[in-house]
């Protein structure tokens, strides 16, 4: 099992550019989570999902989107990039309770 | 107030010694919470998670869960030098299930050798 991937590890965008960060789980798990990390700081929920198509807005859902087609796939999409989304974004999985992490993509927003 | 709340250290200690971390939640429908660790550029891994009242012991890592005064805990003991990370603590989105976790700030571990 590869578990919780997501692509890319690295991206630089300008300001007003748009892209989709890519998260896919093979543990066959219903509920998904996106989660941002700012230095020093905790992780804040941006958008969950429960299972294929349904998604719910967490705590900072504002500049994002999501779609859920299949219960593998969750991305991630920042329409508008702005320097407030410079993060280091997260996906994890989960089952029941504990919640399964990728590795992360480090985005930068100049 | 934030749902969950760490002491924000950071928190050095002896190789050897006892590390404990803490965190209180404000939620009293709160009913499971987990500990993760963080290696610094790296994603959390789960170490614990914790249900019921009282003690849970894996290995060099104690849980500790007390409702009544809306605490969790985490003891490492004998810690090492490898046990260095930040520590975050999640409970519960607005308490009942843990579908959704809100995370605290965390609580960044030295142990030195």
């Known amino acids: 099992n590869a578990g919780v991937t997501q692509t890319p590890k690295f991206r630089i965008l300008k300001i007003g550019q748009s892209m989709t960060l890519q998260c896919a789980q093979d543990m066959n798990h219903n509920y998904m989570y996106w989660y941002r990390q700012d230095p020093g700081m905790g992780l804040k929920l941006i958008y969950y999902?429960?299972?294929?198509?349904?998604?719910d807005k967490g705590e900072v859902p504002n500049g994002y989107n999501v779609s859920r087609s299949t219960t593998e796939d969750f991305p991630l999409r920042l329409e508008l990039a702005a320097p407030s989304q410079t993060s280091v974004y997260f996906c994890?999985?989960?089952?029941?309770?504990?919640?399964?992490f990728g590795p992360g993509t480090r985005l930068t927003v100049l | 107030q934030k749902e969950v709340e760490q002491n924000s250290g950071p928190l050095s200690v002896p190789e050897g010694a006892i590390a404990s971390l803490n965190c209180t939640y404000s939620d009293r429908g709160s009913q499971s919470f987990f500990w993760y660790r963080q290696y610094s550029g790296k994603s959390p891994e789960l170490i614990m998670f914790?249900?019921?009242?009282g003690d849970k012991e894996d290995g060099r890592f104690t849980a500790q869960l007390n409702k009544a005064s809306q605490y969790v805990s985490l003891l490492i003991r004998d810690s090492q030098p490898s046990d260095s990370a930040t520590y975050l603590c999640a409970g519960p989105i607005g308490g009942g299930s843990a579908r959704q976790l809100t995370f605290g700030s965390g609580t960044q571990l030295t142990v030195l050798p």
């Open positions: 999902s429960v299972g294929a198509g349904i998604t």
């Open positions: 994890a999985s989960s089952y029941s309770g504990e919640q399964f």
């Open positions: 914790i249900y019921s009242n």
